[in-house]
């Protein structure tokens, strides 16, 4: 399957503070379970710049929506709850003693952190359950709270129209051409609405979501975290995109998710930190030095799936220079 989407749209992170009614707690299935119906787009991709989006830095906001905590979780009928938190891309909590998960969000309110320390009031308008293999991706609209008492969308498409995120467990540090940029941070505190169309949440509908395991039992949270410095072009691993929208890229791994269906120039291997080695035929539109970048021999070899690279990427063109 090809997917042709550019990334556009935004994510952020929050803090938890709601939720609605009960409702039965969903299945948590895992790639493993699921090889045999997986469906997950294979081959060639469009690439974006986009880690977690720009709709959110504005004036009226202060600055981009970064750090979440579960703590202080209120329902959508005013009710204090406890124990929230993500299982899978799920919400699950507790109403007094009465277990609260899956659509029973509806009409949640959660309290986001920005990056100048300030918080505003977001609310969940509605939530949809995936299929398929993508029965454990929960898409979410959410809207914050504007300083004039007016509700708008977080997550915003191309044409400024509303769009979904996925909830995902942790933060990302949003920093770009600096050390640590780019970077998953664990937060067992943290979560983070992933906006449609941005590098994290396509990376989940990629395939590589980080609560699952592929069928050898290993996890796909380190290949997740690959996948957004890949999608970004991210080669210094600073949080620094050496691309631009919609340029075409092949990706591929060895456990898998992703498989090679593309006879492309080989772009660069990668793990959560960036590319281990790239080659001159790269989506950058300028010559990029890497200086925390030692290149292994041999950028491209398979072998080098054994030694910590989790996504090959291929482009169908080149740029001279590099």
């Known amino acids: 399957m090809r997917t042709l989407q550019r990334v556009v749209a935004a994510c952020l992170a929050v803090v938890a503070v709601g939720c609605g009614t009960e409702s039965s707690e969903p299945e948590a299935p895992t790639l493993r379970t699921q090889m045999a119906e997986l469906v997950s787009p294979n081959g060639r991709n469009l690439n974006g710049r986009n880690l977690n989006g720009r709709n959110l830095n504005n004036a009226e906001l202060g600055g981009m929506l970064v750090s979440v905590a579960y703590t202080g979780a209120i329902s959508a009928s005013g009710k204090a709850l406890t124990n929230v938190r993500l299982e899978g891309s799920a919400f699950v909590g507790l109403d007094g003693a009465n277990p609260v998960t899956g659509t029973s969000f509806t009409g949640a309110r959660f309290v986001g952190k920005l990056g100048d320390g300030s918080t505003l009031p977001l609310r969940v308008d509605s939530i949809t359950r995936g299929s398929g293999v993508d029965s454990d ?50 937060d067992a505190t943290a979560f983070t609405f992933a906006c449609e169309g941005a590098a994290i949440a396509k990376c989940m509908h990629f395939g590589y979501k980080p609560w699952a395991t592929a069928s050898n039992g290993q996890s796909l949270a380190g290949h997740h975290q690959a996948c957004t410095r890949m999608v970004r072009a991210d080669f210094c691993g600073d949080g620094e995109s050496h691309t631009t929208d ?8 060895a456990v898998g998710v ?65």
């Not at 919609?246 to 791994?253: A, F, I």
Request: charged share 15%; with cysteine; aromatic share 12%.
């Open 246 to 253: 919609g340029q075409w890229v092949n990706l591929y791994d």
């Open 137 to 186: 991706l929960w898409s979410y609209r959410v809207s914050y709270q504007g300083t004039d008492g007016a509700w708008r969308a977080v997550c915003q498409d191309s044409s400024g129209a509303a769009a979904s995120a996925i909830a995902v467990a942790n933060r990302w540090d949003y920093r770009q051409g600096v050390a640590g940029g780019g970077e998953k941070i664990l």
């Open 258 to 322: 992703q498989g090679d269906s593309e006879s492309w120039s080989m772009e660069a291997e990668w793990n959560e930190g960036g590319a281990r080695c790239f080659t001159s035929q790269t989506r950058a539109q300028a010559p990029v030095t890497c200086a925390n970048v030692t290149a292994i021999a041999n950028c491209g070899d398979t072998a080098h799936f054994q030694s910590g690279t989790r996504l090959f990427s291929e482009t169908p063109y080149g740029t001279t220079g590099l």
